[in-house]
């Protein structure tokens, strides 16, 4: 088992690990950018660059989504 695949195997352990204990949208997708970001930190040393770029684009739409749930629950708040 080489590096990738542990990369892999605990990206889907935490992944399905999150969904079976949150109940919300918002909350899962927070953790699976959370573990995602770990987990390039951690390997990032390990991977090929070539890997890392076809991370990225995932990165970049789950912070996109983050933001946007932040917007929302700033918004949430506001108006009460």
């Not at 992944?15 to 919300?24: D, E, N, Q």
């Not at 684009?57 to 789950?62: A, G």
């Amino acid at each position: 088992m080489d590096v990738e695949d542990i990369i892999i195997l605990f990206l889907s352990f935490w992944i399905l690990l999150s969904a079976i204990l949150v109940r919300g949208v918002d909350v899962f997708l927070t953790l699976v950018l959370i573990g995602l970001l770990i987990t390039l930190e951690v390997s990032g040393v390990f991977l090929e660059r070539g890997k890392k770029e076809q991370i990225k684009p995932i990165v970049y739409l789950l912070l996109f989504v983050f933001s946007i749930i932040v917007m929302k629950k700033i918004y949430e708040v506001l108006v009460k």
